[in-house]
Nanobody, 131 residues
Framework: VPLVESGGGSVQSGGSLKLSCVVS????????MGWFRQAPGSWREGVAT???????SYADSVKGRFTIFRDNAKNTLYLQMNSLKPEDSAMYYC??????????????????????????WGKGVLVTISS
């Protein structure tokens, strides 16, 4: 399942960006998808996820500022990022887990055994926020 992100860039603190992730290929009925980020020298972290029930979840650091949503007709996942901060600077990746039992929680995707490693990943887009 190719995942192609777009929308990264550089903005000043307080600005906004909207990331898009086009999902090609088969449309899955059961899934959890989301956005993850990794800053230099840091672990990759979950930012926002959405599952096939429409449940959304966010990391505490982005709650109230970021919104994840999807357009099923366009097979596209979005991340609207507002009130951006320098600490939001990172590579942002779109990822998908396509199987039964996946669900969104605390900005990650989970399966019955715990946090899901995700089946598919995009190449990422760079987001840079200047102070």
């Amino acid at each position: 399942v190719p995942l192609v992100e777009s929308g990264g860039g550089s903005v000043q603190s307080g600005g906004s960006l909207k990331l898009s992730c086009v999902v090609s290929g088969y449309t899955y009925r059961r899934y959890c998808m989301g956005w993850f980020r990794q800053a230099p020298g840091s672990w990759r972290e979950g930012v926002a996820t959405i599952d096939s029930d429409g449940t959304t979840s966010y990391a505490d650091s982005v709650k109230g500022r970021f919104t994840i949503f999807r357009d099923n007709a366009k097979n596209t996942l979005y991340l609207q990022m507002n009130s951006l901060k320098p600490e939001d600077s990172a590579m942002y990746y779109c990822a998908a887990s396509v199987a039964w039992g996946r669900y969104a929680s605390d900005g990650n995707c989970y399966n019955p055994e715990g946090r899901d490693p995700m089946d598919y990943w995009g190449k990422g887009v760079l987001v840079t926020i200047s102070s």
